[in-house]
């Protein structure tokens, strides 16, 4: 029987990501769930929810300098969304190859927004013979006047090479808390091998500068054959990228047949993917456990069943001082919104929040309120605060 990692809760679930693709069932009753009874889902929420907006298959958000957000959706519109969720679409968009788990993607806000007015972007372009893969490009956020638009799109980064499919784009974004670098997240794209192929940056986490440019020191630049851009290797699904206060680098991802991961990012590391996983094969074939090869890092937390993780925060808020340090990951599959607490590097399950709907994304407000996107057609942003 596969390792659990540290995290459990009750068998419910046969879904996953998007559009099937990803589709990770999960498992009756066992020996393990319970053991681990004591990390089931919360019917009584300590929080009160509040509906802001609806969208068409919302995939990420951010929070602009004056409190309005950059809300994406797959199909390849880009909302403009204030706080009584009244919506404005903003032109300048690049189109997108949307189909299965391709499309737009994620948004953030360059560091030097403030005087810059940059915005980075992600979506997934076509390429030739029925080949595609995720991009990531810049532009500078036009708000004033009565049709905001992104201008001078700027395109700094590609998945190579490009392939067949529609699943595993990941093409998640992060700056380092300096805002010196740009981590992008990079999934195998459903192809296995290339998380180990030094000559692709598929199933890898890639380190550049802002502009694209890649940084002299990054663990790989001197070795032959591999792709200087190369920050760490070895991943699958990768669907959030986010950085501790400790300035430490998270990433969360899917596995195969459960096992998805939180893993603590560290330079040149390799996570083993496809030799290791703590899940199998969607056909059943097994695949060793991280510990049957400590040569490979193993995540700090292992899902078994699955939760099929979207969106990852690490919060800093005050409305909720308790959760100061915790990190928050939306769950597709599990429809939850999950807490994890942490001591030093290990980190655990600490609560599990039933929301009733797939949750794509998860970020935090100025005000410290956790705000969610659900997942698909009408997908609903949610505003979290405290009960009473």
Request: contains cysteine; hydrophobic residues 40%.
């Amino acid at each position: 029987m596969k390792n659990i990692g540290l995290s459990l809760s009750v068998a419910i679930l046969m879904v996953a990501c998007t559009n099937g693709d990803d589709a990770q069932a999960t498992g009756g009753a066992s020996e393990e769930m319970q053991a681990l009874n004591d990390i089931s889902p919360i019917d009584r929420k300590p929080f009160e929810t509040a509906v802001i907006a609806s969208f068409d298959e919302p995939w990420a958000m951010t929070f602009l300098p004056d409190g309005r957000m950059l809300v994406s959706e797959k199909a390849g519109k880009l909302q403009l969304v204030d706080a009584k969720g009244q919506k404005t679409e903003i032109s300048g968009v690049p189109e997108v190859d949307y189909g299965g788990q391709g499309g737009f993607g994620d948004i953030v806000l360059a560091p030097d927004f403030a005087t810059s007015n940059m915005v980075y972007l992600s979506w997934v372009e076509a390429g030739d013979n029925d080949t595609r893969g995720a991009v990531v490009g810049r532009a500078k956020l036009v708000l004033a006047g009565q049709k905001p638009a992104l201008k001078n799109l700027e395109t700094i980064w590609k998945q190579n090479p490009k392939v067949e499919g529609r699943g595993h784009f990941s093409h998640r974004i992060a700056f380092s808390p300096d805002g010196e670098y740009l981590f992008i997240g990079s999934g195998e794209r459903q192809k296995f091998d290339p998380a180990q192929d030094m000559a692709a940056n598929l199933g890898k986490i890639v380190r550049l500068y802002p502009d694209g440019s890649i940084p002299k020191d990054n663990p790989f630049v001197d070795k032959d054959g591999a792709l200087p851009e190369i920050w760490s290797l070895g991943h699958r699904n990768i669907l959030g990228l986010a950085f501790d206060s400790k300035g430490r680098l998270w990433n969360q991802e899917m596995g195969p047949l459960a096992g998805d991961e939180l893993n603590l990012v560290q330079r040149g590391a390799n996570y083993g993917y496809p030799i290791v996983s703590e899940g199998n094969h969607y056909d059943g074939k097994k695949i060793p456990n991280h510990d049957t090869h400590p040569e490979f890092e193993a995540p700090k937390v292992a899902w078994v069943p699955t939760i099929a993780p979207g969106g990852l925060i690490f919060y800093s808020g005050d409305l909720f001082p308790a959760w100061q340090g915790s990190a928050f990951i939306g769950g597709l599959a599990s429809q939850a919104l999950i807490r994890v607490s942490f001591d030093g590097s290990s980190a655990k399950e600490a609560d599990r929040f039933l929301m009733g709907a797939r949750i794509r994304e998860v970020e935090q407000g100025p005000d410290g309120a956790i705000y969610v996107l659900e997942d698909g057609e009408g997908g609903r942003m949610l505003k979290l605060t405290p009960t009473g």
